[in-house]
């Protein structure tokens, strides 16, 4: 499988969206509420990114898995087994809940899956941030105090953001991202998040949405995770994240820079946070597109501006 594969994106209507994707991305959005997700790369039961466009149109990515296992992630990946990462782009025109993924050793018996991801910042307004991680000394007893009487976020610590800002949160650290954030999220295939708290607010149904605060202290109460601490770096290639989950490389172009990938290496994902490239078959990959680059492609690259690429793997070996 010598092409790299681009799909149709999927809107979410979340309450802490808007329509930023259109204006920074210029995506067409469907009409109606606030679109606060567009899952780009997506291998769910309940959610299936299908191809745009080439001679696989029209195909999902798990038909394509099922198919052409090895060709696209590597001779030793079972055909039966879900494509590992899940990207999207999130428009925080709002703030998100504050809320928690469980730890791999407790996930199952809570009836969810992990979920370690990671955060790059492509557009942050002045005074964005994020909170990321419990300060020193707060335990689950702690912050179901705090949660009862409301000073639950001054116990994370909030970190501000600023354009080309990445983080990385594993599974059983507490966050959320505060209004003002454009952010590409690159996670682990998993859609378990447990909500401790949502500021009051209602949802599109106008109810309160739904709490999970059991789960979400035991998710505390099994971390072991570091607190996450923000990547700021101005190198040209920088690796922003690296864990057994994935790695995440950002490479800086200047106008006619080149990227090159040989074939039979592994699986990537290729994701433009800005600027545009062009793809040896003359075909333009503009700002915000996210595509998989199979196991057995060769692909080469030219930036047609200055531009900022995103390079994911280390996924398709796990």
């Known amino acids: 499988m010598n092409n790299y594969l681009q799909f149709a994106p999927l809107y979410q209507e979340r309450v802490w969206g808007g329509r930023g994707l259109a204006k920074h991305l210029g995506r067409s959005l469907p009409a109606g ?14 959610a299936q990114s299908v191809v745009d466009g080439g001679e696989r149109a029209g195909k999902t990515l798990r038909q394509l ?14 055909a039966n087994r879900p494509f590992p990462i899940l990207v999207k ?9 504050l809320q928690v993924h469980p730890p791999a050793t407790i996930a199952p ?36 105090a705090a949660l009862q009487d409301g000073t639950a ?7 501000p953001t600023t354009a080309g800002d990445s983080l990385l949160i594993h599974s059983g650290v507490m966050h959320a991202i505060d209004a003002g954030n454009l952010i590409l999220e690159i996670q682990q295939n998993s859609d378990t998040t447990y909500r401790v708290y949502d500021w009051g607010r209602v949802g599109l149904d ?17 971390n072991t995770a570091v607190t996450p601490q923000l990547v700021r770096t101005a ?20 106008r006619g820079g080149k990227l090159a990938f040989k074939a039979g290496e592994q699986a990537r994902i290729f994701s433009v946070v800005e600027g545009q490239l062009t793809a040896a078959d003359g075909t333009v990959i503009a700002r915000g597109a996210n ?4 196991y057995a492609g060769e692909f080469s690259f030219t930036a047609s501006a200055d531009s900022v690429v995103l390079v994911t793997d280390g996924f398709s070996a796990n």
């Open 33 to 46: 509420g606030p679109i606060g997700e567009s899952w780009e790369i997506v291998d769910r039961p309940e």
């Open 65 to 78: 898995i099922a198919t052409h296992a090895a060709e696209i992630m590597g001779p030793k990946w079972p």
């Open 89 to 97: 782009w999130l428009d925080c025109s709002d703030r998100l809940s």
């Open 109 to 144: 018996g809570l009836g969810g899956e992990p979920k370690t991801e990671n955060w790059y910042v492509a557009q942050a307004e002045p005074g964005a941030a994020v909170l990321a991680g419990l300060k020193p000394g707060v335990d689950s007893a702690g912050f179901r």
């Open 153 to 159: 976020e001054s116990l994370v610590y909030r970190l």
């Open 206 to 222: 106008g109810k309160p949405r739904t709490l999970h605060i059991e789960q979400s202290l035991a998710s505390l109460e099994a």
């Open 235 to 254: 190198e040209a290639m920088a690796v922003l994240a690296e864990c057994r989950e994935f790695r995440i490389t950002r490479h800086r172009l200047v």
């Open 291 to 294: 595509v998989v680059l199979p």
